[in-house]
């Protein structure tokens, strides 16, 4: 028996040291030298990757095989994270569709045009690499996704430069919305000056008869025109997304999660500055665009809408539930410019048909309209300064902000607390004393060698940013991993960097838990590094792409980290000289 077991042994360290080979586009030969942990994990990758091609197991599976390595586009990248705020797994069904002044010149990173959202919900777009992007002359396409029983995306884009841009966007199915929320959509015309031929309106159909209903209303001869100025013409799609305000997931659904920051005076007056919902009475969303998928933005003459409310809502400036006749504050939110404005607020009225209590209203531009009772807040402060062992830690501690005078946790929050690393807090009511806590527990791994109460901070004053210290002394350093990933040529060569993949990004989750997290990313240049993400004696799912994200195709599942070291040793020489 225990030779049996040596000898099966024998056997996977063999296939541990074997060294693979395959062809290139060009006809160049290369080969891979595993070693230590991750040799089985690149092992199953390529396994993995050329499964397709020969639908069997994988001794040798790299002979005879063409790989073609493509750098994906780096500049001018967007990715749109999309989700679904009730919890339905997304749509698989998508129509993905590019419109937009330069929407011939968007492509995928790797240079092509088969736009797709991948299995995690996300897609990624860009400029050509023949594009030029600058302030002086923006690049402007629109991304659209749509699919059945969904509100479409219509998601506009402005590059003015190479950064990556990064967007996390709901979508909403209308037949099984999160219960507080309901959508509805219809459709009209306008003239080639964008003037609205007949009456356009909308009214949510809730999933039950006695549930709250929103109506947006455009008059016959409202002008509709872009931000720009120009006319939206031809077919129309008018959309709107009504919360209601019926339980504490409320806030959840609306834009800002209830923080309005730096909301801009009404008519050119003072302006309120970063506010928080006391109290909220709804919102609602207006979303107008052609069959070109030009937005519309304002509105001329004003449009009519009204929200059945909730009569339980509480009035914050009288102290009691509301009634017909109050006033209720009004805020708009443009989603595309991040910016938040007062508006002229809407009455309480008492629907003669219904007796239910409505909010009314007018929508001079197509935008994200809130109601509700708030307070100044905060924008900043206090802050607090990390001392600790810790240098170069890529994880995040847990820490609590508790107020002083009453002794309540105000917030939970990871943060990250390497030497002299700066927490800031903002959004905080005024004249309020705030102290840190920091735990030995991380958003990696859970709880480390002391798990609880590391250190409490002195008080800090909100709204004041001067530093107060904590001293983190205590926290012991963690374990780290070595990660790296070298090329090696053959005598008389030596190893060209220009000729390398641009980047090989790996992520990690949990085993079966499909949450995925950042690893490392190697780079021709950069192709070492530590972490404190992973735990040896733990095991974990992998992946790994070569085109930024956009797809990952090398998977290794339940793969157990047994070493506190993962090197991936490549002999190449095609990409030596």
């Known amino acids: 028996m225990n030779d049996q077991k040596n000898a099966t042994t024998q056997r996977t360290l063999n296939e541990r040291k074997r060294v693979w080979r395959a062809r290139s586009q060009h006809g160049l030969r290369h080969s891979f030298t595993h070693s230590t942990s991750v040799a089985a994990l690149f092992h199953s990758f390529v396994c993995l990757l050329v499964f397709v091609v020969f639908a069997g197991s994988c001794h040798n599976p790299l002979d005879g095989l063409t790989i073609g390595l493509k750098d994906p586009i780096q500049e001018g990248v967007v990715e749109c994270r999309f989700y679904d705020p009730a919890g339905n797994p997304l749509p698989t069904d998508n129509l993905v569709k590019i419109a937009g002044a330069d929407a011939p010149k968007v492509v995928t990173t790797l240079n092509t045009t088969k736009f797709k ?46 950064s990556r841009q990064t967007r996390t966007i709901r979508r909403i199915n209308m037949l099984k919305p999160p219960r507080t929320l309901n959508a509805a959509r219809t459709t009209g015309s306008a003239s080639s000056d964008g003037t609205v031929a007949a009456n356009l309106s909308v009214t949510t159909a809730p999933q039950t008869n006695d ?89 001329s003459p004003a449009a009519q809408w009204t929200m059945d409310l909730n009569p339980l809502a509480y009035n914050v400036s009288e102290g009691r539930s509301i009634r017909a006749g109050d006033p209720i504050p009004l805020y708009s939110y443009d989603e595309f410019t ?10 309480v009225r008492q629907n003669a048909q219904t007796g239910r209590l409505q909010y009314q209203a007018e929508a001079a531009n197509a935008a994200a309209y809130v109601v509700g009772w708030t307070e100044s807040i905060c924008d900043a402060g206090p802050i607090f300064k990390v001392s600790s062992k810790l240098s170069g830690v890529d994880v995040n501690y847990l820490c609590k902000l508790i107020d002083v005078a009453t002794g309540k946790q105000v917030a939970s929050f990871y943060a990250n607390v390497n030497n002299g690393s700066l927490i800031r807090i903002g959004n905080q009511s ?18 480390g060698a002391k798990g609880g109460l590391i250190a409490e901070s002195g008080p800090g004053l909100t709204c004041d940013q001067t530093p107060v210290a904590i001293n983190l002394a205590p926290l012991p350093v963690p374990p780290v991993m070595k990660l790296e990933f070298s090329f090696s040529c053959p005598g008389g060569t030596t190893l060209d960097e220009s000729s390398l993949p641009a980047q090989i990004k790996t992520q990690y989750s949990e085993v079966g838990q499909e949450k995925w997290h950042d690893l490392i990313t190697a780079t021709r240049t950069y192709r070492k590094a530590a972490s404190y993400k992973l735990k040896v004696g733990r095991s974990y799912d992998f992946r790994a792409s070569t085109d930024g994200g956009a797809t990952w195709p090398l998977h290794q599942n339940n793969y157990l980290v047994d070493k506190p070291e993962w090197t991936l040793k490549i002999r190449a020489e095609m990409y030596c000289k």
Do not use: C
């Open 211 to 299: 549930a709250d209903r929103a109506t947006v209303t455009l008059q016959p001869g409202t002008k509709l025109a872009d931000r720009d100025g120009s006319a939206v013409d031809g077919a129309l799609t008018l959309a709107i997304i009504h919360t209601n305000a019926r339980n504490d997931e409320a806030t959840s659904y609306i834009p800002g999660g209830g923080v309005l920051t730096a909301v801009a005076g009404r008519d050119g007056g003072p302006a309120p500055g970063t506010m928080r919902l006391l109290s909220v009475a709804g919102s609602v969303t207006i979303q107008l665009y052609n069959e070109r998928y030009a937005l519309a933005r304002s509105l």
């Open 430 to 447: 005024k004249n309020k004393k705030l102290k840190l806590q920091v735990y030995d527990e991380t958003d990696a791994w859970g709880k």
């Open 338 to 347: 991040n910016r938040w404005q007062e508006e002229k607020p809407g009455v």
């Open 117 to 162: 959202i991948n299995s995690d919900g996300n897609l990624l777009v860009a400029a050509s690499p023949t594009a030029s992007l600058s302030p002086q002359d923006p690049f402007k396409f629109t991304v659209v996704v749509e699919a059945p029983d969904y509100l479409a995306v219509v998601q506009p884009v402005v590059l003015t430069n190479g």
